[in-house]
Nanobody, 115 residues
Framework: QVRVVESGGGLVQAGGSLRLSCEAS????????MGWWRQAPGKQREFVAR???????VYAESVTGRFTISRDNAKNIAYLQMNSLKPEDTAVYYC?????????WGQGTQVTVSS
């Protein structure tokens, strides 16, 4: 079992920055990919970014060039640096971790971008 806890959300003005953190605890010996998803009110959850163990990254087109995902394998933490935030980035951001093929999700952290 893997416990996933996100942090770092908050309220920021358009153009600002936030850094989200995702910490895994518990059975962390076989963690694979770590990723971020988001869900805006009234919308489906959508993929944001993910990173493999060796550091290969994939981004959604909507955040490419503005968001950067990284991870610290020694600490089992993934980060999402979000720059040039837009009001449309407002959502609950969830971290998902692949542990031996099973996905574990956190409770989410709210990001609100004001115009």
């Amino acid at each position: 079992q893997v416990r996933v806890v996100e942090s770092g959300g908050g309220l920021v003005q358009a153009g600002g920055s936030l850094r989200l953190s995702c910490e895994a605890s518990g059975s962390t010996s076989s963690l694979n990919g770590m990723g971020w998803w988001r869900q805006a009110p009234g919308k489906q959850r959508e993929f944001v970014a993910r990173i493999s163990v060796p550091g290969v990254t994939v981004y959604a087109e909507s955040v490419t060039g503005r968001f950067t995902i990284s991870r610290d394998n020694a600490k089992n933490i993934a980060y999402l640096q979000m720059n040039s935030l837009k009001p449309e980035d407002t959502a609950v951001y969830y971290c998902a971790i692949d542990h031996s093929g099973a996905y574990f999700w956190g409770q989410g952290t709210q990001v609100t971008v004001s115009s």
